[in-house]
């Protein structure tokens, strides 16, 4: 049975497969073994798989495998939903997950300042007593859903990450996603960008995709990654990218992530990239010619990929 949530030994806290590589990749977690089932009886031995690549896809995305036996008394065994629920309170104000609800992700622009907190467990401390302090000093309550157990999504990373999980275990078409308040369909929240007008796209910001050139700046103080295809204003096609500083990857916590990812890519002798993320496109103007710029808020509205982690359909 595949687990939705264990404990981090490492981070000393509950974590889902997204979190979890989030904080690998930050630096908390630094053993991809250091997990246990998330069961208050139980300790058996949790590894996330795929922790460590740099890449996802239909087969490379991250998920927890029990290598440990259950004890007796584990409820996840016995496949009665676990008394917990991944959902903290403090981080997300009053918003309380009901278990009909569970299968609406929501997915926030801006990181709680608690998100990479570093708790981390003693070295020979008891599991056990870890785990249950962690549960009762967390903030998290005391419900779960048993269809999924899931925390709020922080980048667009992580949401294709769900996509993708969604689709292997089939429950895709269950699946929406809170943005900015509204819910919509996982199918339908990626576009591609391909030739569309300006004025035909949505006057909201959504997840955009495409194949991207990824080259350093002339100034050469970061990358500029530029879509294959254009966005038109009738006529004319207008040169669409986006500008990633190193400035900007430095102030990231997950810099060795987009570091390696831009760096691999940029060196390649095609460096071409599969690219989603997450805004609206602006016109700016430079010595009298109009491009198609998106404004990052910040890395986590960006996802760089080596090649197409989704289904063939998306692969243009
Ligand atoms: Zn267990």
């Not at 031995?45 to 584990?74: I, W």
């Not at 910001?205 to 350093?216: C, K, N, Q, T």
């Not at 990239?273 to 997450?278: I, M, P």
Request: aromatic share 12%; hydrophobic share 35%; charged share 30%.
């Amino acid at each position: 049975m595949p687990l939705d949530v264990a404990y981090s030994i490492d981070a000393d806290d509950f974590v889902d497969p997204d979190r979890a590589y989030d904080l690998y990749w930050s630096g908390v977690i630094t053993n991809k073994r250091a997990f246990v089932c998330p069961a208050a009886d139980c300790s058996a031995q949790v590894t996330c798989a795929n922790l460590d690549k740099d890449v996802q896809n239909m087969r490379v995305v991250p998920h927890f495998k029990v290598y440990g036996a259950h004890s007796e008394a584990c409820c996840i065994a016995s496949g009665d939903p676990v008394d917990l629920e991944i959902e903290p309170a403090e981080m997300d104000g009053h918003e309380r997950r009901t278990v009909d609800q569970s299968i609406v992700d929501v997915f926030k622009l801006e990181r709680p300042a608690s998100y990479y907190d570093e708790h981390s467990v003693e070295p020979g401390a008891d599991v056990h007593v870890a785990k249950k302090r962690a549960r009762s000093t967390r903030p998290y309550t005391q419900k779960l859903g048993e269809s999924g157990i899931v925390g709020p999504i922080y980048s667009v990373r992580s949401v294709v990450s769900r996509y993708i999980r969604y689709r292997s275990d089939e429950t895709l078409e269950f699946r929406r996603l809170n943005i900015a308040g509204q819910d919509v369909p996982y199918a339908s929240i990626f576009k591609c960008i391909w030739e569309q007008d300006l004025d035909d796209l949505p006057d909201h910001p959504i997840i955009y995709y495409g194949w991207a050139y990824v080259d350093r700046t002339k100034a050469n103080n970061g990358y500029r990654i530029k879509f294959k295809k254009n966005f038109k204003r009738g006529e004319d096609g207008l040169i669409t990218s986006c500008f990633v500083s190193d400035a900007f990857i430095e102030n990231y916590k997950l810099k060795n992530l987009m570091a390696v990812r831009l760096s691999k890519i940029a060196e390649k002798d095609k460096p071409t990239a599969f690219v989603f993320l997450y805004g609206q496109p602006a016109i700016r103007t430079s010595n009298e010619r109009d491009y198609a710029n998106f404004d990052l808020k910040n890395l986590d509205m960006i996802d760089v990929n080596y090649d197409c982690p989704l289904p063939s359909r998306y692969d243009k």
